[in-house]
């Protein structure tokens, strides 16, 4: 008898379930297929009518008890055998010693897909195997329990990160039916997105109104307009121009292979010819300056930023300005970023024209400014400059001319226009001189350790390489710290304009 003999708790299983089936000899007989009237489970699978073979009348009857108990357990049988049929497929069956512990097992802690050991070390992957051709040969459906997230695919696509206030602040603007410039030039101050750029720049630079309903109109009446302009102006025979515009082509003509060598960009053929063709346009509809050296250099930022606008996805210096956009870059994309180049580069003009008209006054004003402002605030520097025969026209002219284009990578000068335009009409004129004297007195203690030749050198080719927005944005803020101080000062710069 199964009660008479040592029984062994089945391997495989968990600890608690292993205490539960040696703590109970009724379970280890139903476990092993072996049970008794007095040991058997109160299961509604098994009825209470069942009578062991072995067990005889009292009364001495035992062929007609036996015949009995065989009726008995027929009954029984049928009885048990209906009730299975009404049980859906995932019940239980036990056939066998060995098939009713892993029936068990199966149903109760079904191997998850993932885990290569099971929570008892002893059971082999061959038992485990067992296990599920058990289950799936008597219907058992197994649960299909998901990888924790550390296990999943790296293929998956990576948690949206969430919007930064600042973000928020930028599209709540952008998205005013009226924007707000006094806040926009507020926000703009410390930089600007390079997705929201482009079209920021439009508006504080008074291309785009600030009722932002009205932007498509602009949009498609300034481009008909430079169209017929490039008719006027361009599309004409070369016999037809007078001498001076043909001076003024061949000049721009030479200029433009020449402008910005360093960012690939501007090596494209048909960034070349859009940049001479609005160069030419600009300088014919305004005589009074024309064309002059420098004003190529002033549209290189706004042809980048523009043409990334279309491309928000496109790291702006690895696939911009390396040129690598120019295979997704369309005709038509080209004749918009032309003409909205040339209307904005005309607004930033109009503030700074005198730069540029004959003599060029407001160039030599600005000069003069900044060797004022660098005497009252490192005197030192200003008098070592004196001393070895350095006069600042030599040097501080191309800051004024270019807008330190020459002296920054072009991607800094971007972050440098952000302030600039946040400024209103003074930030490529008043605040360009508090930046470049904060530029200059930022290399003090190196310069007044030079002689000529290498201040000289030093000057013509400033160490700004590595240079990254980060020191452009302290550079601005030293700029800012001394248009508050000296800009407010009645006896500041007394310069006659």
Known sequence: MASSQQQTTPRGLPGFLRRTLRTSSEQENVLDGDYSP????????????????NTTNESGNGDDDNDLANTSR????????????QKDTNSLTLTSPGSAKRHLRA??????????????????????????????????????????????????????QPKSYKEIQYETILNSTIIPLRDLRKLA??????????????????????????????????????????QQHYDIPDDSRTNSEQETLRQVLVDVPRTAPEVPLFHNDRIRRILSRLLYIWAMRHPASSYVQGINDLATPLISVFISGYFPNKDVEEEVLSGEVM???????????????????TNLLAGIQDHYTSDQPGMQRMVMRLEELVNRIDADLAGHLRETGIEFLQFAFKWMNCLL?????????MRLWDTYLSEGDGGFEDFHVYVCASFLVHYSAELQQMGFDELFQFMQNMPTDDWTDREIEILLSSAFVLSTLFGGSEAHLNVAR
């Not at 058997?40 to 009578?51: F, H, Q």
């Not at 109760?108 to 040969?137: H, R, W």
């Not at 785009?208 to 430079?226: C, G, I, M, V």
Request: glycine share 2%; charged share 25%.
């Open 189 to 230: 101050w410390n930089g600007i997105p390079p997705h929201h750029r482009s079209q920021i720049w439009k508006i504080l630079l008074s291309y785009l109104p600030a009722n932002t309903s009205r932007h498509q109109a602009t949009f498609t009446r300034k481009r008909r307009e430079y169209k017929d302009a490039i």
């Open 327 to 345: 295979v997704d870059v369309t005709d038509a994309i080209l004749e918009e970023v032309e003409a909205d180049t040339y209307w904005c580069l």
């Open 107 to 160: 149903v109760a802690f079904p191997p998850l897909p993932y885990e290569q050991d099971t929570d008892d070390g002893d059971v082999d992957k061959e038992q485990s195997q067992s296990s599920l051709n058990v289950a799936s040969t008597n219907n058992i459906s197994t649960p299909i329990i998901k990888a924790p997230p550390e296990a999943s695919s790296s293929s998956s696509s990576p948690t949206k």
């Open 405 to 413: 284009l020459r002296e920054f990578r072009l991607q800094r000068v």
């Open 74 to 85: 027929s009954k029984s049988d049928s009885q048990i055998d209906g009730r299975m049929k």
């Open 38 to 53: 007095s040991s058997a489970p109160k299961s509604p699978l098994v009825p209470d009518t069942i009578i062991d073979n």
